[in-house]
């Protein structure tokens, strides 16, 4: 029993030498990098962060559904641990920031939307004058529709073709009811 014991005791310490090296060398390693970011320039900053950027952005549209739903589960959870060690003046800070990034959100959003509105309405008005005539054409023809119920098909108007009229040169557009 004693060489048992002794065998045992000497891999528990060869084990723990080698967890020993193997925590040397990961502080080296660490200091190395940590020292290696405090030297670097702002460019390569940002090629290394950008460079991070783009391994997450790949990992995450090739996850599975499952790894996806694990990934939004385990951001919700830190998010909502971070939130409870936080001190009331942490968590003011945080919602007053919120706020004006949410007021700066619907800014940028209005701004976006009132130059959306405005390029549909020069699209709008920039069609060819043989198509405007055609569109006036058939606004016309509408417009002469009688508005009566049926009460056969409860429509208003029974059933309308639209075809194109081959008198001249320009075609124009015609409406009939039957």
Request: aromatic share 4%.
């Amino acid at each position: 029993m004693s060489v048992q014991s002794t065998l045992s005791e000497t891999n528990t310490n060869k084990e723990n030498e080698k967890l020993n090296i193997k925590e040397t060398r990961q502080g080296r390693e660490s200091s190395r990098k940590w020292q290696k970011r405090a030297e670097e320039t702002e460019e390569e900053c940002e090629t290394r962060l950008a460079k991070i950027r783009s391994r997450y952005h790949q990992k995450k549209a090739n996850e599975s559904a499952e790894q996806q739903i694990e990934r939004n589960v385990q951001n919700a959870n830190n998010i909502r641990n971070k939130h409870a060690l936080e001190t009331e003046e942490q968590r003011n800070k945080r919602n007053s920031q919120n706020v004006s990034n949410m007021c700066k959100k619907r800014g940028s959003n209005i701004l976006q939307n009132t130059v959306n509105i405005v390029e549909d309405d020069e699209l709008e008005n920039n069609l060819e004058r043989v198509d405007h005539e055609l569109l006036n054409k058939f606004r016309d023809n509408i417009s002469k529709f009688e508005n009566k119920e049926y009460k056969t098909c409860e429509e208003r108007f029974p059933s309308i073709d639209l075809f194109r009229e081959e008198k001249s040169n320009s075609g124009s557009l015609v409406a009939e009811s039957k």
